[in-house]
């Protein structure tokens, strides 16, 4: 069992930087493939982020490429997203997730623990 309890979240003008971190509980934490989700009022959960179990191996939606960066700390069992200049249609709420199988996956169905999410509201 995994839990993940995501921190960082705040409101922001745009251009602006957030920094959203991730702590895991559980002894595998570092064979999970880890990834970073968000959800906008009223619109299906999107991917955003991956990384691979080593960090050795990251993708990122079209949308957030060059601003966003994934990174995880095996050591003390975190994942983060530093996520910079920032837009408004950014906003959503950020949930961390892990996926056992270890692989890249782009959709929510394959990832098998999530936290609970942290806000995320960009101002113009």
């Known amino acids: 069992q995994v839990q993940l309890v995501e921190s960082g979240g705040g409101s922001v003008q745009a251009g602006g930087s957030l920094r959203l971190s991730c702590a895991a509980s559980?002894?595998?934490?570092?064979?999970?493939?880890m990834g970073w989700f968000r959800q906008a009022p009223g619109k299906e959960r999107e991917f955003v982020a991956w990384?691979?179990?080593?960090?050795?191996?990251?993708y990122y939606t079209d949308s957030v490429k060059g601003r966003f960066t994934i990174s995880r700390d095996n050591t003390k069992k975190t994942v983060s997203l530093q996520m910079n200049s920032l837009k408004p249609e950014d906003t959503a709420v950020y949930h961390c997730?892990?996926?056992?199988?270890?692989?890249?996956?782009?959709?929510?169905?394959?990832?098998?623990?999530w936290g609970q999410g942290t806000q995320v509201t960009v101002s113009s």
């Open positions: 997730a892990a996926e056992v199988g270890g692989g890249y996956s782009g959709s929510p169905r394959d990832y098998d623990y």
């Open positions: 559980g002894r595998t934490f570092r064979s999970y493939a």
């Open positions: 990384i691979n179990w080593s960090g050795g191996s990251t």
